[in-house]
């Protein structure tokens, strides 16, 4: 039997399927509401802590506490080395014990025009000025030129004021206090008159002391308080110490250490520099210094 020939089968060809495209999806919106970035949040508390800063330095506790302390701390770097109740105050150029806070100076034509408003204002680390002593008469016929001027507005500015007499051993003791008593005319709250006195003028130590005598005993009768003897430590101890140790004594020794001071000398008052610096004042000026605190001091002034 013939058979018809077989068709030759096609191969199918396949295609290739191409991948199918994924789906993109959109994120969804997170429903949480979005944090600060820590940069910019801490940019936020600048201003705050600006605020701050200035309320600390323009605080008057910043000042009393921080900025004493540092001053204390300068003050204790810079005088190592020297005697621990002492302190330089550079400002005055002065050199005192800490322990005393009743400080002046003496004045007279030889300081010129005072501006006393700013002798009154000077302050280095709560040294300040308290009193002024100011010269008044010499001899039997001289008045310091500036004695008027100083006197009142030295007043004014609230200073404590004392009048002071340059003496004249050669001259009659009681004229010269009728003169100074006539210059100085005193109130309450003044500082005791002060004799001044430091030179012989030719006179022997029996005749000076004569004359002195006259002149204070005289003071004692007719001013509320004893006189003050002004005198320089040598003079003193050579001419005085022994004969008028019932007055208070206003001593003048300068740049030594107080214990030699106290040692030959039962003083009141010290002047212990004559190369202070002041505010208000173009020369150098006396440094003088109360033994006491401010009750003391009060007990001295006239009533």
């Known amino acids: 039997m013939t058979t018809a020939p077989k068709t030759p089968r096609t191969t199918k060809t396949t295609v290739p399927k191409k991948p199918a495209a994924k789906r993109v999806t959109k ?3 997170s429903t949480k509401t979005k944090q ?5 949040r ?3 508390y600048g201003p705050i802590i600006i605020g701050v800063l200035l309320l600390i330095l323009f605080s008057p506790l910043y000042y009393k506490f ?3 302390g540092f001053k204390g701390a300068w003050h204790w770097i810079n005088d190592i080395g020297e005697d621990p109740d002492y302190r330089n105050y550079k400002s005055f150029n002065i050199h005192v014990s800490e322990k005393y806070t009743i400080h002046g100076i003496d004045v007279s034509y030889a300081q010129g025009k005072i501006d006393w408003p700013k002798v009154k204002a000077m302050d280095e680390n709560g040294l300040h000025l308290t009193f002024a002593f100011i010269k008044a008469t010499d001899g039997v016929n001289y008045i310091d030129p500036t004695f008027q001027r100083n006197w009142r507005e030295a007043a004014k500015t609230g200073l404590i004021c004392g009048a002071y007499h340059f003496f004249r051993p050669e001259k009659d003791g009681k ?3 009728k003169w100074f008593l006539k210059t100085a005319k005193l109130e309450p709250n003044d500082m005791p008159l002060v004799v001044d006195i430091e030179k012989m003028d030719g006179v022997s130590p029996e005749q000076m002391r004569i004359q002195l ?3 204070l005993s005289f003071l004692k009768y007719r001013s509320p308080v004893k006189p003050i003897i002004y005198s320089g430590l040598s003079f003193y101890t050579d001419y005085l110490k022994g004969y008028f140790d019932e007055y208070p004594l206003w001593i003048a020794h300068y740049d030594q250490p107080e214990q030699r001071i106290s040692q030959a000398s039962k003083w009141q008052f010290w002047q212990h520099s ?5 505010n208000g004042i173009k020369h150098a000026v006396d440094f003088d210094t109360f033994k006491g605190d401010s009750v ?3 007990q001295v002034l006239i009533q």
């Not at 600060?36 to 910019?40: F, H, I, Q, V």
């Not at 004559?274 to 002041?278: D, E, I, L, M, W």
């Open 27 to 29: 994120p969804r919106a």
């Open 36 to 40: 600060p970035e820590p940069a910019k």
């Open 296 to 298: 003391a001091f009060r």
């Open 213 to 215: 005598d006259a002149c």
């Open 175 to 177: 004229t010269q206090a």
């Open 274 to 278: 004559s190369k202070a610096t002041v």
């Open 42 to 44: 801490s940019f936020a």
């Open 66 to 68: 921080v900025v004493s």
